[in-house]
Nanobody, 115 residues
Framework: QVQLVESGGGLVQSGGSLRLSCAASGTISRLNTMGWYRQAPGKQRELVAKITSAGSTNYVDSVKGRFTISRDNAKNNVYLQMNSLKPEDTAVYYC?????????WGQGIQVTVSS
């Protein structure tokens, strides 16, 4: 089992920045892809960004150029630097990690961007 704990969310004004962190613990052999998803009220959960163990990244178009995902393989952590935040970025953000084809999820953390 892998446990994921997010931190760093909160309330920020439009144009501001936040940095989300996710710490993985438990029975970890090798985490493959790690990433961030988000779910806004009334909407489906969507991929925001993901990063492989080799460092390859992928972003949803709406955050390209504003968000940066990174990871620390030694600490089993993944981060999401969010700049130029917009009200439409408001959502619950979930950390995700894949190990041996099993998806693990954090409990989610609220990010609210005020206009």
């Amino acid at each position: 089992q892998v446990q994921l704990v997010e931190s760093g969310g909160g309330l920020v004004q439009s144009g501001g920045s936040l940095r989300l962190s996710c710490a993985a613990s438990g029975t970890i052999s090798r985490l493959n892809t790690m990433g961030w998803y988000r779910q806004a009220p009334g909407k489906q959960r969507e991929l925001v960004a993901k990063i492989t163990s080799a460092g390859s990244t992928n972003y949803v178009d709406s955050v390209k150029g504003r968000f940066t995902i990174s990871r620390d393989n030694a600490k089993n952590n993944v981060y999401l630097q969010m700049n130029s935040l917009k009200p439409e970025d408001t959502a619950v953000y979930y950390c995700n990690a894949v190990q041996r084809l099993i998806n693990y999820w954090g409990q989610g953390i609220q990010v609210t961007v005020s206009s």
